[in-house]
């Protein structure tokens, strides 16, 4: 009986030990600074992490004891991001089972409570509306979603897509997403313009596409963004899902090649492949055994990827064809579109796309006068390669592409109070509904 006492508590240390402690981000600062060559400089001295850079600004977390910026010009967003943290997740009780409402958008919620959330949205649109689970993340959670549609039935019409929170950190995109689904559904039998939406369109929403990196978000490091992909020859975890799509991933300046990066795209592999004889180039025939150098791009290798990009060009192949694609994140206040590779390609379609972008962002500022900016996302906010955007708009052919930053500018950046979940979503919806009337 010792033995197995004692075996058991060995095994007990052991489990806990493989357990992640959670990051405490106790009397950390986040404060927004000035660009310049020597705030750069203490930044890469000191290994601060960042957050938006933008408009000549940088947001940067500074942990306590760490006064290397001081006596600079700073505007302090959050005083103790550690308070901020468990304030924002103060989660309100989801009681399962029962239809949703608007209290849902309150507060944040728990990953198993998004899931049920959905799960009870369609469970009160029976009719017109089901679950779908398109594929694994890389720890094995279905990529989960909502579909709905119609009087005509599902799959009839043109589909639209939306992708929320591929940063787990964004947790207001989670929201945005969600409401979108909750208000056509729930507002459909009562809306004619609303029910004029769902008879048109089969609506795809995603709320979470990343949800490894956001249960570790949630569980481990609030600030966390990657999904949680390993690459061979480093010990840091992640890739970025929106650096990795297999489209202009190659091309430099638009996202990182150091697996501790926020933005890493993943990572070339070399290997050597033996052929045994019969090999060709533009000159010679190898009649031996060869040893052949093989580079292997790890552009859409997440497992995230494979899924999204999978199912979304299945939509655009359809008879229906693929309408309208939005990814939703945070933050900056931003309406988006194609070319985020590229600050000098255009788009096709870009009068059109900057007409309803423009008009997107009047709504939302009709709202609660909160500004938005448009433009294509290389030169409205900085150039990211492998995008979703990029590659929906030229390989899955969308005939409307959009990404878009929510609230806010840098008051409270990725940590934003539960209070402004209602007006996010409900302005957000507003430019929604302003490209479905107007596309």
């Known amino acids: 009986m010792k033995s197995i006492l004692a075996l058991s508590f060995i095994l007990g240390l052991a489990s806990a030990a493989a357990v992640p402690q959670k990051v405490s981000y106790a009397d950390y600062k986040v404060i927004r600074v000035k660009t310049s060559d020597e705030v750069e400089n203490l930044i890469k001295l000191h290994s601060l992490a960042t957050w938006e850079k933008q408009n000549g600004n940088v947001d940067v977390v500074v942990p306590p004891g760490v006064t290397a910026l001081d006596g600079l010009d700073t505007v302090t967003m959050h005083e103790n991001l550690g308070e901020s943290i468990a304030n924002e997740a103060n989660y309100d009780v989801y009681q399962a089972g029962a239809a949703p409402n608007s209290t849902w958008f309150n507060s944040y919620h728990a990953y198993a409570d998004h899931l049920q959330f959905l799960t009870d949205l369609q469970a009160a649109h029976t009719a017109n509306s089901e679950i779908v689970q398109i594929g694994n993340s890389l720890q094995g959670k279905p990529i989960t979603g909502i579909h709905f549609y119609g009087a005509s039935g599902k799959g009839s019409k043109p589909a639209i897509v939306i992708h929320s929170t591929v940063h787990a950190r964004e947790w207001i995109a989670t929201m945005v997403g969600e409401y979108m689904a909750y208000n056509l559904l729930t507002n459909y039998a009562t809306s004619a313009e609303i029910k004029g939406f769902v008879d048109k369109y089969d609506f795809y929403v995603f709320p979470v596409v990343n949800p490894d990196g956001f249960v570790y978000s949630q569980t481990t490091d609030r600030l966390w963004r990657k999904n949680r992909q390993t690459t061979s020859g480093s010990s840091c975890l992640g890739h970025d899902i929106n650096r990795n799509w297999p489209y202009m991933w190659n091309v430099p300046g638009g996202a990182s090649t150091d697996p501790c990066a ?178």
């Not at 979703?388 to 592409?401: F, M």
């Open 262 to 439: 926020e933005d890493f795209k993943g990572k070339q592999t070399t290997s050597f492949l033996a052929i045994q004889g019969g090999l060709r180039t533009s000159e010679i025939v190898y009649n031996e055994p060869r040893l052949v150098l093989r580079r292997r791009l790890a552009q859409g290798d997440a497992p995230e990827n494979k899924v999204l990009s999978a199912y979304i060009n299945k939509l655009a192949a359809a008879p229906a064809g693929l309408q309208l694609y939005i990814d939703y994140h945070s933050y900056s206040q931003l309406f988006m579109t194609p070319y985020g590779y590229s600050c000098t390609a255009v788009a096709a379609a870009n009068t059109k796309l900057q007409s309803l972008a423009k008009g997107a962002v009047a709504a939302i500022k009709a709202v609660y006068g909160t500004v938005f900016q448009y433009g294509p996302i290389c030169t409205t906010i900085y150039q990211a390669t492998g995008s979703s955007v990029d590659y929906v708009n030229d390989v899955s052919k969308a005939k409307y592409t959009f990404t878009s930053e929510l609230r806010d500018t840098g008051n409270y950046g990725f940590v934003l109070p539960a209070n402004q979940i209602q007006p996010s979503v409900v302005e957000a919806y507003a430019g929604f509904r302003y490209i479905l009337l107007n596309m």
